[in-house]
């Protein structure tokens, strides 16, 4: 027990914020609010106020996180075209006296600007009398955080050790990309547990299908990995966003520093650039062929990015799975500039000759149909378990040749679409080394479940 406060102690020592980062915050977050509060009075807007919410407003953000969310609230019987108009209007405004800034897009349109060195996103919401009647998503983050603040008094330094601990087992983040865990969920379950090792005691027992409800109100059933059921919201499910696997690796994480506690298990060795050495030597010890189609990366935020890369990547694996190549391993890459869908194939190439499937002997009208149609194929049309067979020629024996004609029959997504329409390359094997950015080489060795690529003059 000792060792493992030892650590908690020394995690807690690296990711807490010291007494002038915060002060520093409070200066910077206290002073947007009132830009934003003038801004609105200066418009004739006096029932428009500022507030900060999530992690800083609740003090569970960990060191150099330098993010803050300042919601612009409007009156709940603000039309959304007001909304919209004038709140971006009282963003852009106050983003004047920012360093920096532009604005994005999620369910209404924002600002994100650049304020000393912290990331700030002004976000126009609605300001409703309840959870029960919000007019858009972000409207329920106030009610997040009056039900932590309330809740979370003497907790804080566990949600630090938390997510801290989620980060190191790479399950930390609600975005599409990700699929883990968001910091509100993060919040919940200190809250639930009462502390950082009360989590994971709890988590080493989990399974798909845990139900957790707080205020045992869930008034809707969910058919996800982890339930916990929204303070605020008895048929919203926060943990929605949690994809299986990232559900199982956060419990096998759980069950490693149960069994032997250790800080790498917070701050884990990053992951290096795999060597082009490196590469080359794990395609021969494996034997397999790689693939990707690699396209111009669109200008659009990773949440709308992702999905549709994510899309593109079953689909493609469809596309080849159809034509007999099959795909032990797939996943997608976005770095500054471009992007791309990669893929492990058992084989690159395939046989001229395949088996086509006909009617069975005794559907007399379909099989002389059959018999007909295939009487020039490469082979004579013969029976196999009661159905009529032949052996045709192939049309794609190659999976570049199949990926490059075919592309455009995937689902591509509009703006991953707009890209490859534009131009794309298919690259096999070591012309994936092309790719020379940082980000691709990282993703190359965890694309192999590798944290360090072998040495480069090791013996394959």
């Known amino acids: 027990m000792f060792d493992q406060e030892k650590i908690l102690h020394e995690v807690l020592a690296r990711i807490k914020p010291t007494p002038d980062e915060q002060q ?6 206290d002073n947007i609010i009132s830009l934003v509060d003038q801004v609105a009075l200066d418009l004739g807007l006096s029932e428009v106020n500022s ?6 407003a609740r003090n569970t953000w960990i060191t150099g996180e330098h993010d803050l969310d300042i919601f612009i609230s409007f009156p709940e019987e603000t039309t959304e075209s007001d909304l919209k108009t004038i709140g971006l209007e009282i963003a852009r405004k106050v983003a004047e006296d920012a360093d920096g800034f532009e604005e994005r897009y999620a369910e209404h349109p924002y600002i994100h600007a650049n304020f000393n060195d912290f990331e700030v996103d002004l976000v126009p919401c609605f300001r409703v009398s309840s959870a029960a009647k919000i007019k858009s ?70 399974k798909p299908d845990t139900f957790i409800d707080l205020l045992g109100h869930a008034n809707k059933t ?28 956060f419990i096998a994480s759980a069950h490693e520093y149960l069994e032997s506690p250790s800080e790498l298990l917070f701050f884990p060795d990053p992951t290096e650039q795999i060597s082009d050495r490196a590469f080359e030597g794990i395609l021969i010890l494996r034997g397999t062929s790689m693939v990707a189609i ?59 000759i395949k088996k086509h499937m006909g009617p069975p002997v ?22 196999e378990n009661g159905r ?27 703006h991953v679409g707009e890209s490859i329409r534009s131009d794309f390359r298919i690259l096999q094997n070591t012309e994936l080394l092309g790719i020379k950015q ?23």
């Open 137 to 206: 998503a972000v409207d329920r983050t106030p009610f997040h955080n009056q039900f932590i603040l309330s809740r979370i008094k003497g907790l804080e330094n566990e949600v630090l050790l938390l997510k801290q601990f989620m980060k190191g087992a790479g399950v930390y983040g609600s975005d599409l990309k990700t699929g883990g865990f968001s910091g509100y969920l993060a919040e919940l379950l200190v809250i639930q547990y009462r502390s950082f090792p009360g989590v994971l005691e709890a988590v080493d027992n989990w």
């Open 222 to 249: 969910h058919n996800d990995p982890l339930v916990v059921i929204d303070p605020t919201d008895p048929g919203r499910n926060v943990a929605a966003a949690l994809s299986l696997d990232r559900f199982a690796r």
């Open 294 to 352: 690699v396209f111009e990366k669109p200008d659009v935020v990773a949440d709308i990015l992702y999905p549709q890369l994510f899309m593109l990547h079953r689909s493609i694996r469809s596309l080849l799975e159809r034509n007999e190549f099959m795909v032990l391993e797939g996943d997608v890459w976005a770095g500054h500039n471009e992007a791309a869908v990669v893929l492990e194939l058992l084989t690159e190439h395939l046989p001229s």
């Open 51 to 56: 507030l900060l919410v999530g992690s800083a």
């Open 438 to 460: 940082a980000s691709f080489r990282e993703f190359l060795a965890e694309f192999f479940h590798i944290k360090k690529p072998r040495n480069p003059d090791a013996s394959f």
């Open 24 to 29: 520093k915050m409070q200066e910077v977050a």
């Open 388 to 414: 009529y067979m032949v052996d045709i020629q192939r049309k794609y024996t190659q999976v570049a040749d199949l990926m490059r004609h075919d592309i455009h029959s995937c689902k591509l997504g509009k």
């Open 362 to 383: 005794w559907s007399k009208p379909h099989a002389t149909e059959f018999k007909e149609k295939h009487m020039q194929e490469l082979s004579g049309v013969y029976i």
